[in-house]
Structures are given as C-alpha cells and as structure tokens.
C-alpha cells in the first residue's frame, strides 16, 4: 500500500487559529466526558431571551426517542441573525451580491437587511402569517431569501424553501405537506444566461393548493408575469408600503425554525423539522470554528440556498456571527470557467465553500482560467455534499489553494443540520478524501452489518451514539418514519445510511451511501422517487433506477426500462422519458442513462436485485455472486447482453 498522504497543518496558521491540536484534544475529551458541559458554554453564544435551566433531555431508544435541547429557554432567530450585529455594523457590509450577468452586483448592508426584515415581517403578518405557520420560499439565489428567511423566523413563522431548479410539480408537494399558508417567489429566476420561469411555475403549483392565501413576487428580471390581483402582491410594494419596525416574537427552544426537504430511499420526500434554539448554536458556533472565521474575512459558500448546505453554513452561521459573504445566482462556467475565481479576486474572499462536483467540472477546463486571477486572499477551502476524491482534492489544494490553504471537509447531512466529521483546519493535518475526525461532542461508531460496534480500523455503516443540537426533530407529519429510518436499525445510534471507513489513526472516510439513495452532484435522489416519476409516463410499464460512477457527477442516474406492450424502443423516447423526468423532479433528476429492459430481474417475491443492476450499470460483468435468487435467470443474460451492445455501439 502507498503511504498515506498526509497535509499537515499549514505553518503560522495554528497560531491564530480558534482550535490548534492541543485544544481540539483537550476540548474534544471535556464534550465527550461532559457533553451538557461543554453545550452550555456553547449555548452562550446565542442571545436568549429566558435561559435554559436544562441542557439536554435526549435519548436515541426506538421505542421512546427523545431529542430536546435547552428546552425551557427562549430566543428569536432573527435578533440573533441580525438585530445584535446593528450597533457596529449597520454600515457594513453584510452580502456581496453577484448577479447572473458579469457587471451586475449590489451589497446589503447590516442596517438595509434589518430594514427589509422587519418591514417583510409586517407584510407576512398583515397575511395572517403567525407563530408556527409555514411560509414556502421559492427563489433564485438573491438576497431576498436572507429577507425572507428572517422574516419569516421574526415573527416565530417557519421556513420551508424549495430549491428554484425544482419543478412546479416538486413544489406543490412540498407546499401540500408543509400545508403552507405564503409563497415567497420571484417573476424570473437566472441562472447561465438560462430564465427560470419562477412565477409560472409557483402559478402552476399553487393552482391546487387552498392552503396558500397570497403570493408575494420579488421582481427579478422584471419580465411580465401572470398575477392575480387579491392573492397575488409584488415585494417591493409591500415592503415599501410597510412600518420599519416588527416586534421580534419570543420563541421556544424546541419550536419548529425550518423544515427542509430531502429525498429519501422510499417514496416521498421527508420534510425534516429543525428547532431553533440547538440548531442555531450548532450552527453559529460550528461555522466559526470549522471555517476558522476571524472578524474581517470575506466567506463564500456556492451552495444553492435549497439545500442544508445553505441554511447552515451560507445564511445562519455567517449572520449568526455578523460575517461579510458572497452570495453569488450563477453558475461557475457561465459566461466562462473562470467566474468564480474572478469573484474570488474581486472581493478578496478569504475562505471558499464547495462541491466536488464542481471542482470535477472546472478541473477539466485546465488552469487556465484560474491562473487570470489573483486568488491570494483565499486562506481556508472548503468541501462538502459527497466524498471528494483525492484527484480533486489536489488539484483543489494546490492549483486554487495555491499549497497554503487547509481543506475542511466537512461531513454531515439535512438531518444532523450541522457538521459532525471534520477536520478542523488549525488542528488536524489532512488525508485527500477524508471527512477526517470528529466535532465537538460527537460520538461516531462503525457499525457492522450484524451490529456489532468496531473498535479500531475498519469498514461499515456510519452511525453515531449520543444526540448534537442541530440534529432534526422528526420528519413532519411522520415522527414514525423519522424512527423507523434513523433510529431503528442500530438501536441506540443513529444511522446516516452512509457507509465509512476508520483507519488507524482514527480517521474516517465516507465511502457514499449505503440505501436506495444517490448522490448525484452532491444532490440527494431517492430511487423510489425517480422510479415512480418514470413509471408515470404512459409507455413505461417499469423500471428501475441505480447510480453509477460518473466523472463529473460522482454518480449518474441509470434507469433501466420496461415499456408496456405495443410501444417500440427509439432514441425520441428515450428522450421523451429523460423529459418527463425532468419535468416532475426538476433538471437535476435526469437520468443520465436510459437502458431498455425487456424485463427486469427480481426474486420470487418479486423484489428487484437492485446489486445485480447496479453492477450492470458500472459495465461490471462479471461475477454476480448468488443468482440463484433470480426468479428467471435469463433476464440478467439479457441485460448484461444489451449494455454490452449499447456500449460497443457507442464506441
Ligand atoms: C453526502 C449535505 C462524504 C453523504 C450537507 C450524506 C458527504 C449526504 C459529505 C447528505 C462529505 C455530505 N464527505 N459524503 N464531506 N458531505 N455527504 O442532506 O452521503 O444534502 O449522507 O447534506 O451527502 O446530503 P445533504
């Protein structure tokens, strides 16, 4: 075996770092020994208005789970996020904004966000919005959604947002099941020089959906769009229409903050419910330490704001601690490959967040474009959403980091709502690919497929002993699912549906996931959901759906097909199908591949053998293993002997 490649802390950077060796060790023993301890001190960041007089009140048992953080204190979100930073920064800057088109930008002060905050909260009251209603937001990546989002937890409402790539389809679930009352959406969306057509779509899912009252619509592009005088009414009237001045609502602990959605490895989407007062010292105080943030950096995170990515790490941590970031609508290769590090030099970002995905992408573009820019300011990389590969982890490393800048890779999940694996970039050296170790009061375990707990190095699932703050409460409206998917299979543990490897100096290593799930651009996809979507269109009799490895994306979709009788195989309809999917989930859904099966291969209780397909999928034809299973064994021979055809026939 090579030896293992190690990064070691980058010299002079412990010294003023918030964590060097010697604290991560002694800190991360005391939150182990005496975790309400350590969370206490914590929790002193956040500003409470009653203080908790209990840490936790957490059990991770099936059959009585209980997860409660600083139960009996009370807070708002919003004076935290923004109110608390106005005496010395009103005038600064809170986001750099970079629009779509190179050339258009604008910067939101402290003092201009507080103002659209509190003055949105008004309008959202005037709506009949209160404690506890659900407020749907469907927006571009502007600074609208920080208004929107803190608007909303102002007056004690809670947020769900739904990514802008998402169909109107996926949106009108998403509003069925949160039952939300607003929709927050803007005329048009931009993305790649590409227009989203937001409030036609919003129109679209809202047409079925009673419990929505009104639609507010930021204007984006401006363009003419449909609106319904009575339901509808434009942001900018409101706000300007509206008093300056909300009155922040007390809120406790454990009252709902957000509900986010993700997929999962059955059916529906699961609305995963995160509370206020952990999350938000999770968050804030986390962010800080793992970015390593000192007063006068410039942070930008490219993720879009539907995901967790966003909540946590691009809008609460840096409002939580009053930070300057970017916030940037576009896409890194549009106009050109060089549009986020002319972003990076032109605001002197000093720490940098993002996907493998996309640093796969720009990879293939050469230095080129990165070598036209000044990326001297960039002092701390981050990586997140999916294992990020050793070749990219150096080419990250050294051609944007330019050698001096540690990587945090940061390893957690909607459902833990902040980081659990990291490696801390003033204390732990780095391996390529490697989420690394531990965070504060974190307790991971290595779990066999049997159970049994692994002590030293080894491979299994990715589990974790113990409760953290920021970990989600339930899932809305199906606390028995939330059981049955996290707490259930190991019980006293949760489980992430991740596999990982430890080493031996106790490092891990996520190696993807282990459900029905794939992760696809760092975009969670369940099976089951693509499947359903597929199985919809009118030729479609069955099918299946299984990742496979794909440079760029780190796995594509593969959906095998069955069409009903009468139909006959074509290109226009495999086109048709990648259509239609995209159509119901949204772009980011589209399989990659679509193989024709004229049967799928299954065991006699019918239960397609989703490893056979997959290996398939990977052009791995060899060794099955047990296919005596297989209800008829001539269907995997068929498969296997059409890839192969597909395969020499694109060559
Ligand atoms: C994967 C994103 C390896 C993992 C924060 C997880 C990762 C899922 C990493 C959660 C990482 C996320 N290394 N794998 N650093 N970060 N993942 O809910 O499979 O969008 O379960 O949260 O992404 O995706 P989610």
Redesign the pocket.
């Known amino acids: 075996m090579n030896a293992p490649e190690i990064y070691p802390v980058p010299p002079g950077f412990a010294a003023r770092a918030h964590v060097d060796a010697a604290a991560y060790e002694r800190l991360y023993r005391s939150s182990i020994d005496d975790p309400d301890a350590f969370w206490r001190g914590q929790a002193a960041f956040i500003d409470w208005l009653q203080p908790f007089t209990q840490v936790s009140d957490t059990r991770f048992d099936p059959d009585d789970l209980r997860i409660r953080w600083f139960a009996d204190g009370t807070l708002n979100a919003s004076v935290n996020c923004v109110d608390r930073h106005l005496p010395a920064k009103a005038a600064q800057p809170a986001i750099l904004w970079e629009g779509d088109r190179a050339g258009e930008s604008r910067t939101v002060s402290w003092g201009e966000l507080a103002d659209r905050v509190n003055r949105l909260a008004n309008v959202l009251k005037g709506l009949g919005v209160g404690k506890g209603d659900v407020v749907t937001i469907y927006l571009p990546v502007i600074p609208e959604v920080f208004v929107a989002m803190m608007a909303c937890v102002r007056i004690g409402a809670v947020h769900s947002v739904v990514f802008s790539g998402f169909s109107s389809e996926s949106l009108e679930n998403r509003i069925a099941d949160a039952g939300a009352k607003v929709l927050i959406t803007a005329d048009e969306g931009l993305r790649g020089g590409r227009v989203v057509p937001l409030k036609h779509n919003a129109d679209r899912a809202v047409a079925t959906q009673p419990s929505i009252r009104h639609v507010v619509v930021v204007r984006r592009t401006g363009a003419e769009v449909p609106f319904s005088p009575g339901r509808d009414l434009w942001y900018d009237e409101a706000v300007a229409a509206a008093e300056p001045w909300c009155e922040p609502v007390e809120v406790g602990a454990e009252d709902p903050l957000f509900i986010l959605y ?1 997929s999962g490895s059955t059916g529906k989407p699961k609305g995963l419910v995160h509370t206020t007062g952990g999350y938000l010292v999770h968050a804030g105080t986390s962010w800080r330490i793992i970015f390593d943030w000192h007063e006068g950096d410039v942070f930008w995170c490219t993720a879009d704001v539907g ?3 966003a909540h946590t790490y691009k809008i609460y941590g840096p409002l939580l601690n009053g930070a300057t970031s970017v916030l940037f609508e576009g896409v890194p290769t549009w106009p050109d490959s060089s549009r986020w590090w002319s972003i990076i030099e032109r605001h002197r970002v000093s720490i940098f967040y993002t996907a493998p995905t996309a640093l796969r992408a720009l990879m293939r573009e050469g230095e080129g474009p990165v070598a036209k820019h000044d990326l001297s300011s960039l002092r701390v990389l981050g ?6 590969n050793p070749e990219a982890w150096r080419w990250y490393h050294a051609v944007i980091g330019g050698g001096r800048c540690p990587i945090v ?7 833990t709502g902040a980081v659990l ?1 990291v490696p801390i970039p003033g204390a732990i050296p780095n391996k390529p690919g490697m ?1 690394a170790k531990p965070y504060f009061g974190i307790r991971p375990a290595v779990v066999d497929a049997q159970g049994q707990v692994l002590d030293g190095p080894g491979e299994g699932n990715m589990c974790f002993a113990g409760s953290w703050p920021g970990q989600a409460r339930t899932i809305l409206h199906d606390h028995e699912r939330f059981v049955r998917t996290y707490f259930a299979p190991y019980p006293g543990y949760f489980f ?3 596999g990982v490897r430890r080493d031996g100096d106790g490092y891990y290593r ?1 190696s ?2 282990v459900d029905d ?1 794939i ?1 696809v651009s ?3 996809l369940g099976t089951v959901e693509l499947e359903s979507a597929i199985s919809s269109h009118p030729a479609v009799a069955e099918s299946a759906v299984v990742g496979y490895p794909h440079e760029v994306k780190g796995h594509g979709v593969f959906a095998y097909v069955t069409l009903k009788e009468g139909f006959a195989e074509s290109d226009e309809l495999r086109r048709e199908i990648v259509a239609w999917v995209r159509e119901r989930i949204g772009p980011i859904a589209s399989p990659d591949i679509v193989q024709w099966a004229p049967a799928l291969p299954k065991n006699r209780a019918g239960k397609i053998l989703r490893r056979i397909l997959t290996k398939v999928a990977a052009n791995d034809f060899q060794d099955f293993g047990d296919t005596s299973t297989v209800a008829e064994p001539g269907v995997v021979d068929d498969i296997v002997h059409r890839r192969r055809q597909e395969l020499a026939g694109s060559n």
């Open positions: 993700t995901w967790v990515t990586s997140v959403g999916e294992p990020i890779d940061t390893y957690w999940q909607t459902e694996l989420a992430t549906g991740d996520i993807g996931r799930v992760n760092g975009h969670r």
